[in-house]
């Protein structure tokens, strides 16, 4: 059955997780384990533009291997500034890249360091999420980045990497901004994916401490009539959270609710790390 969410005239969207397009950033919460799942998830769904307002790592935007337009944003201008020079200027940023080295005293100069072209501060951006601490973006009161220096052996994206992924991003529009403001762009047939920083304790989150100072549960609160939007405009969102009563209850509009389950490696306590449980919903399919 067809209806105004589908254009006939709209290719299959993609879902190969086997893209040679892959996320060049190591991020706290990525959703790269929930690539395999898409074509599950999605089935045959057909949409227009793609659209992800917290951006982060870009797993899902990659993995779907999407042809149309997207509209990338995410309220960290650093990160958005990275992703535009990996677009636009990926042989520079792989060339700046290949001038840093894996060393902890030069991790911290570099740290302290700030670069006047947007260039050379991608590249320290990329190398500074690959040599620090779990993947983590953390930032002091006045704005610099204090993530300490990382005890593993990073691998930092190639020329290749980033060449794949800047032909993946060529026809996207991305921006800093509010999560709320992606519904100015959502048309009827486009496919939204929220995955907003998990604010409710649960099963092994590791991470929620420090999220609750990023995204609060007012925030969760907007994020949920941001979803009744994207609904009045006749568009299909997927959203990931907690999986926690709170979360079911405020995220509850008669749509599919998927448990899905990943291997936690957030937790700085070897502990405290284990099988997370996280709730997915959407309203592709229910149509």
Not at 10 to 21: F, I, K, L, Q, R
Not at 63 to 77: E, Q
Not at 197 to 204: E, L, M, R
């Amino acid at each position: 059955m067809r209806s105004a969410l589908y254009d006939p005239c709209m290719e299959p969207v993609s879902t190969n997780a086997t893209s040679s397009a892959q996320p060049f950033l190591r991020w706290a919460g990525g959703k790269r384990w929930l690539v395999p799942q898409l074509p599950e998830i999605l089935g045959d769904l057909r949409f227009n533009a793609y659209h992800e307002p917290f951006l982060g790592g870009g797993s899902i935007f990659l993995g779907l291997s999407h042809d149309g337009r997207s509209f990338l944003s995410d309220l960290n201008a650093e990160l958005i500034e990275t992703y535009i020079q990996v677009r636009d200027n990926p042989r520079a940023v792989a060339r700046e890249l290949r001038q840093h080295k894996s060393d902890k005293e030069y991790y911290y100069d570099l740290r302290a360091a700030k670069p006047s072209l947007p260039v050379a501060r991608a590249a320290r951006f990329i190398f500074l999420n690959h040599t620090s601490y779990n993947g983590i973006f953390r930032v002091n009161l006045r704005g610099d980045y204090n993530v300490p220096f990382g005890r593993h052996t990073p691998r930092v994206p190639t020329e290749d990497d980033l060449l794949a992924v800047s032909e993946q991003l060529q026809k996207s529009v991305m921006h800093t901004a509010d999560f709320a403001e992606c519904v100015e762009h959502v048309s009827p047939g486009d496919l939204v994916f929220l995955d907003p920083p998990y604010t409710v304790a649960h099963n092994y989150n590791g991470f929620v401490r420090y999220n609750q100072k990023l995204f609060s549960w007012e925030d969760q609160a907007r994020l949920s009539v941001v979803i009744d939007e994207i609904k009045r405009k006749n568009a299909f969102y997927i959203l990931t959270n907690a999986a926690h009563s709170s979360i079911a209850e405020l995220f509850d509009k008669g749509d599919k609710k998927i448990v899905t389950s990943r291997k936690n490696a957030i937790a700085g306590l070897i502990s405290s790390r284990g099988i997370a449980t996280e709730y997915l919903f959407t309203n592709v399919g229910t149509q």
